[in-house]
């Protein structure tokens, strides 16, 4: 008996001393926890890689303000801490994001980035974060679904907010500017009498009009002109009249300043950005349509004859909106005969797309699938329309959302982190 109980001995003391003997490097301790946020908890590992993230996308900042690494601590911890709360928020609000919808997002990426969805990922891996670029994209997506249904429905933006909106930002950004201008040159050994014509034009132009004053009194080139000299863009201006007209408004008049060639004086008269002068364009489509929708009962082949045979009613003579008032299956365009009228490409499915954009005007479009059934369309006519104004209000209204939303997130995130049990564990 004693002998097989020292044998046992001799065997646990073998082992122990192996594992004595290890190497250090060899040793891997379990990962810490830094913190736990409800049901969840955040590891040093977590940590560590956000803060190299983080220090990855502070390359080439300026040394002079980087935070120190305490700072850079405390903004992971916090943006670990918001993921782990939101995850958890969309979890019992049942929010799911499927890979569909984040390759979905990836291709926007790649588009906007004027690269392919292969490439994007490709570069997401040599940077070794092709997972992190997936989570980053499925955390984005899920806030945006909870910023739709918890505070973007609570917002509302008026079309004076958009009006003033859409002005204070061509007066903050304006890419051009219509300038007059009056040079009073400089003569040799005439100091006196040019200061006296300066005094003379400051005088004139209190009481009359900058044009004729220009005309007048100018030795500029665009003296006939009143002093017009056009639109310019300020890369195109001399550095002496950009450091001027950047800071004024429009119908100011800026103080005389001296160069080489004698005073200056300018008068912006008016600033546009591009936007105002490059139009935008949308393909729109003035369209009827007969919809014979799937089931269970009737076969494919069946709803394309039927469509079929509805077609050659219409070339024998029979009308569109007779046909799709007694034929259509779709109630509410039937009610109009068919009607849809004016519909824009953008709005339209991707088969209507390609199917409307090879087609002539006032012809029959058809039979085709879509994920609603199938359609026989009457292309009564196509146009181009200016949607610029829409364009800029619609712009307008999304950047006003967004910012009025993100004060609001700040605040519903503050209420939904303070009912949150959080404990940060300091000694790690």
């Not at 303000?65 to 911890?77: C, D, F, G, Q, T």
Request: proline content about 3%; glycine content about 4%; aromatic content about 8%.
């Amino acid at each position: 008996m004693w002998s097989v109980i020292n044998s046992l001995i001799f065997i646990v003391l073998i082992a122990s001393h192996a594992c004595l003997s290890w190497g250090y490097d060899d040793y891997e301790p379990l990962d810490k926890i830094v913190a736990v946020v409800e049901k969840d908890v955040i590891t040093k590992k977590e940590m560590e890689h956000g803060i190299e993230s983080f220090n990855k996308g502070l390359r080439g900042s300026n040394p002079n303000n980087l935070p120190s690494e305490k700072e850079i601590r405390e903004i992971v911890l916090d943006e670990l801490i918001e993921k782990k709360i939101i995850s958890q928020y969309a979890e019992q609000s049942q929010i799911i994001i499927d890979i569909q919808q984040i390759d979905n997002a990836l291709k926007n990426i790649a588009a906007n980035n004027n690269i392919t969805l292969e490439q994007l990922k490709e570069s997401a891996k040599k940077s070794g974060g092709l997972d992190d670029l997936y989570e980053e994209v499925r955390f984005q997506l899920t806030l945006r679904i909870i910023k739709e249904r918890a505070i973007f429905s609570q917002i509302n933006i008026s079309d004076y907010e958009i009006k003033k909106f859409i002005e204070k930002e061509r007066l903050r950004n304006p890419d051009q500017y219509s300038i007059s201008h009056i040079l009073l040159k400089k003569n040799s050994g005439d100091e006196n009498q040019l200061t006296l014509k300066l005094e003379k034009v400051l005088i004139e132009l209190q009481n009359r009009p900058f044009d004729e004053v220009a005309q007048e009194l100018s030795d500029g080139p665009y003296a006939e002109k009143g002093g017009l000299m056009g639109w310019f863009e300020l890369n195109s201006l001399p550095n002496i009249f950009v450091e001027h007209v950047k800071g004024m408004s429009v119908r100011e008049i800026s103080k005389p300043f001296l160069s080489d060639n004698g005073y200056h004086i300018l008068l912006v008269n008016e600033m546009q950005s591009k936007s105002t002068k490059e139009k935008i364009y949308s393909t729109q489509y003035n369209i009827n349509q007969i919809l014979l929708k799937k089931n269970q009962v009737t076969a494919e082949n069946d709803l394309i004859s039927k469509l079929n045979n509805i077609k050659n009613q219409i070339s024998d003579g029979l009308p569109f909106a007779e046909a799709a008032s007694q034929y259509s299956e779709d109630l509410s365009s039937a009610k109009k005969n068919g009607e849809l009228g004016w519909v824009d490409r953008n709005n339209l499915l991707p088969e209507f797309q390609v199917e409307l954009d090879n087609a002539s005007n006032n012809s029959i479009v058809g039979p085709f699938k879509t994920a609603a059934g199938w359609h026989l369309i009457e292309l009564i006519a196509k146009r181009d329309k200016d949607i610029t104004e829409e364009s800029q209000s619609l712009s307008a209204r999304l950047q006003l959302l967004n910012y009025k939303a993100e004060i609001r997130y700040k605040d519903w995130f503050h209420d939904l982190k303070q009912q949150s049990n959080i404990e940060i564990l300091t000694d790690n």
